[in-house]
């Protein structure tokens, strides 16, 4: 079975400075995507940033970066020169490899950026 | 009009009530999705569809009735719902590849989500 795990409820980061949300993974799958989305309080989810399993190199989008461990199944997140607007829930979610185009989302991390 | 949008917003609606959550997409998919978002749980994903066609049904309660008259539209339509249905309702679209070769590099079809219907059920 396919799992995300998010081990950070909360996190605090202070304006202009770099942040990493953790995401671990589990699957057996050897092909599957990771991915990223931002839920301000207006309930929007946003994509931010996208990872292959097969992507040798690390994504990233803007400020947005994925640090991509593939042996030890972690994908993390890093935000660089964090902003005020980027105060939201964040999310990791991971497709697998089959055509169930099911979307396994973990429990979300909830980031405070402070002035 | 750009993305995902979803109508109404907020909807505050009682037992008996009978109500539609609608979405449409202005990015040319050829899927479609209805997520619930219950407070503290992980989204949970309710149906989808694909080419028009129902292709996952996860178990939904039958007072929960999608239709997706088109690829572009997909309705949500409710019915005697309880209390404990009240979250936020997301819709979301993907463009499917359907071909071997890229369904087997396939997991990077991103979903986009719209921006939810909030529903109480009181």
């Known amino acids: 079975a396919q799992k995300i795990t998010q081990t950070q409820p909360g996190m605090f980061v202070q304006e202009k400075e770099a942040v990493t949300l953790d995401c671990t993974y589990d699957?057996?799958?050897?092909?599957?995507?990771l991915f990223w989305y931002k839920q301000p309080s207006s309930g929007e989810m946003i994509f931010l940033i996208y990872?292959?399993?097969?992507?040798?190199q690390n994504a990233t989008e803007g400020r947005y970066s994925l640090n991509f461990q593939k042996a030890r199944k972690s994908a993390n997140l890093v935000i660089s020169a964090s902003q005020l607007g980027d105060s939201a829930m964040y999310f990791c979610?991971?497709?697998?490899?089959?055509?169930?185009?099911?979307?396994?989302f973990g429990s979300g991390t909830r980031l405070l950026v402070r002035p | 009009e750009t993305g995902v949008t979803q109508t109404p917003r907020h909807l505050v609606m009682g037992m008996t009530n009978k109500k539609s959550l609608k979405c449409e997409q202005h990015?040319?998919?050829?899927?479609m999705y209805w997520y619930k978002q219950s407070a503290k749980k992980p989204l949970e994903l309710m149906f989808v569809?694909?080419?028009?066609?129902?292709?996952e049904n996860n178990s939904v309660p039958s007072r929960f009735s999608p239709e997706c008259p088109n690829s572009s539209h997909l309705f949500l339509h409710l019915h005697t719902l309880q209390p404990e249905d009240s979250a936020l309702y997301l819709c979301?679209?993907?463009?499917?590849?359907?071909?071997?070769?890229?369904?087997?590099?396939?997991?990077?079809?991103?979903?986009?989500f719209g921006p939810g219907t909030r529903l109480l059920v009181l």
């Open positions: 979301a679209s993907s463009q499917e590849s359907f071909t071997w070769a890229e369904t087997s590099r396939g997991s990077q079809e991103t979903q986009y």
């Open positions: 699957t057996s799958d050897q092909s599957y995507g």
């Open positions: 990872q292959g399993s097969y992507d040798e």
């Open positions: 979610a991971m497709r697998g490899e089959d055509s169930s185009y099911k979307l396994i």
């Open positions: 990015l040319g998919h050829n899927a």
């Open positions: 569809y694909s080419l028009e066609e129902r292709v």
